[in-house]
Every structure is written in structure tokens, then in C-alpha cells.
């Protein structure tokens, strides 16, 4: 309980002071500067020979701040300059405040100076890191506290980045595969609204100025267009509370998230490159976390949460309970069904041989590239149905249209 309330001001982060000031050549200067307090702002710049002269704390915007994001590839680039520092020979709190110093995202500047004022106030890198879970999983604190034990520090931050950098390029080529032909659709139904909603009215007052029978296709489109403009108002309040609501079970729903992530699995084209996806993240995983000496029960408990799919997320939680009471787990991973022959067999040779993460490491590596190369053929392969689709949606509109024109010019 000590802990807990020891560390909940740290929660606020550093804030921004404005300085003026004077320098070793007596030139007067002037900057601003990111820190926990303003006695260390004064520390800070008579480190670098700044006589203050005054200091206080920057105002918020007038208009409120810009919220910028942390992401994993901020992560990444973090571990790995923390890395090449303390290889130099960087001391840890200098080389944090460097970093966040230098750091181009303000939000990734906040997080990184108050990890640096846990460590100046007695914490170790570990400990400083579990205070921010949001951005410090159990993976990369487990892989840090092992490299804190080993005095290999800047070996395992290494490891650290190469991991997020490799999960962040399999998680954009997935989004590669998913985001061309949804952006493609969606412009297509937007375009097919638009001439619903303003267009075919215009054929309709000129088709009712002939009064002529109209065919059956062009009579179908002018109701769909009057049943769109009629209740446009209501669909898309329909569909906005429809977004809300599944927005909302998705996070409050574990067993809705399930059925999603099972179903994702089964939809054909994208199902396998889920299924390689999954299957890469969890071998990189195990490799790093098992390379870094990492007990087995234990960097199994940390894949769990890195596979990206709740179905294989559960699956590894499984084979924990099974390796945790003495069972091989290249046994166990055959009982799950998930996983193929190849991968159970390198297990195997891994277990067997003593190296088990260089086996882990080739399996991450080849679908790895199974992913890239699948990605490249979806969307080889989505390009003529899509334009399919959107030939469908656009022409038989167009059709519709002129068909009325097409009978009117044959009767004269």
C-alpha cells in the first residue's frame, strides 16, 4: 500500500517551464524546458552554465493541447537509442534525459523524463518501467529485469527493439491487406449514394415528363433512390448507433471479442494470413523472451498477450498449464491443432537439441515472410474484384438509367 501511494503523483508527469537566464559569456538566453519540478529545472541549467534568472511554469494552450499518441515504433526507437547509449558507456539517468530531451512526441517526452525522475528517486529501470503497464508490458519488463540480472542491459533493450520493430512490420502489413480493398469499397458505396441521392432524381423528372412505361430494373433503382432520400436521416442514425453499440461490447465483452477473432480466422483470404501472423508473433516472441533467460511458464504467460488474436491467446494459456506441470511443449502445441506440423517439428528438434530460441527464431523469420508474400498476392488478387464490385454498383446504375433512353430511341 506504501508503494501505491508513493508513486501516484508521478502519474501527472513533467510539465514545461519557461526560463531566462544568463551564460558563461553573459549573453542573456532563453528556452523552455520539460521537468518534474522547478528545482530541477535550476539543476538542470547549471549543468549547462545557465545562471537563471527566472523561471516559471508554461501555460496550457488557449485552445487546449494537441494529444499526441505513444505508439509501439516509439517504443522501439526508445529501447534501441537506450540501448547504443549504455553500450557507450551513457549513465542511465543521463542518457534518459537525452533521450526525452530529444524526443520529437511531447507525450513520449513526458513518459520518458518520469521514468527518469522513478529512477533518480531509487527505483530500478524495472520497477520504473511496471508503473507505466500502458506502454511497458509484462514482456518488455521481464526481458529489461533480465537484463538488469545479467549486466547485459543494452544486449536485451537490443532484443527489445528488434522484437516491437518486427511485431509493428507484421501488424502494418496486415493492416496493408485489409485497409486498400475496405478504402476501395467504402468510396464505391459513398459514389453509389451520391447518384442514389441526386442523380437519379434528375433521370426520374425527366422519365416522368415522357410518361412512358418505365422497365422493371429502372423502376427498382427510382425506389431505392426514394426509399434513401425518404429515410437517409434515419440510416444514418441507425448505423452510427450501430457502430457505437458494437464499440461498445467489443471493449466491455471478452466473449464477443472471441467470436470476432474466431471468425476472422475462417473468412477465406485474410484467414491465413491471420493465422501466419499470429503464429510469427508468437515464435519471436518465445525466442526473445526465452533467449533472454526467461523461464519457459514465464515467457509463455508473456506470448499470451502478444499473438494478437484472442483464439491463440487462449490456446497459449493452455499449453502454460500443461509445460508448468512438466509436459514437452512441442506435445502440448499438437494438442491445440493451431499449429503446423513444421512448427511443431522445429519445436521439437529446439527442445531436444538445447535451442530451442535459435529454432523459435527461424520459425518467426519464415512466416514472417509468408505474411509479406501473402499480403502481396491478396492484393494481387482483390484488384479485379474490386473492380468488379465497383462495376456492379456504378453500372447497373448507369444501366438503369438508360435503359428508358435506349426503348425511347428504338420507338423512334
Known sequence: ?????????????????????????????????????????RAELRRRGVSPIRIKKKPPPLFGSIKHKIRSADIAVFSRQLATMIAAGVPLVQAFDIIGRGHANPAMQDLVLTVKADIESGASLTEALRNHPRYFDDLVCNLVAAGEQAGALDVLLDKIATY?????????????????????????????????????????????????????????????SDILRQWWWDLLLVLVALYFFIKTVWKRSPGFRNILHHVGLKIPLVGPILHQAAIARFARTLSTTFAAGVPLVEALDSVAGTTGNLVYSQAVMQMREEVATGQALQLSMHRRHMFPPMVIQMTAVGEESGTLEDMLAKVA????????????????????????????????????????????????
Open 1 to 41: 500500500m506504501a508503494l501505491t501511494k508513493t508513486r501516484k503523483p508521478q502519474a501527472t508527469g513533467p510539465s514545461v517551464f519557461v526560463w531566462e537566464g544568463v551564460d558563461r559569456g553573459g549573453a542573456r538566453v532563453k528556452g523552455e524546458t520539460r521537468a518534474m519540478t522547478i528545482t530541477m529545472v
Open 164 to 224: 516491437k520493430e518486427k511485431a509493428e512490420s507484421i501488424k502494418g502489413k496486415i493492416k496493408k491487406a485489409l485497409f486498400y480493398p475496405i478504402a476501395v469499397v467504402v468510396m464505391a458505396i459513398l459514389v453509389t449514394i451520391v447518384i442514389m441521392l441526386f442523380v437519379i432524381p434528375q433521370f426520374e423528372a425527366l422519365f416522368t415528363s415522357f410518361g412512358a412505361d418505365l422497365p422493371g430494373f429502372t423502376r427498382l433503382v427510382i425506389a431505392l
Open 365 to 412: 523469420d519464415f512466416y514472417e515472410e509468408a505474411v509479406d508474400n501473402a499480403v502481396d498476392n491478396l492484393s494481387s488478387l482483390l484488384e479485379p474484384i474490386i473492380m468488379i464490385v465497383i462495376g456492379t454498383l456504378v453500372g447497373g446504375l448507369v444501366i438503369a438509367m438508360y435503359l428508358p433512353i435506349f426503348k425511347l430511341a428504338a420507338v423512334v
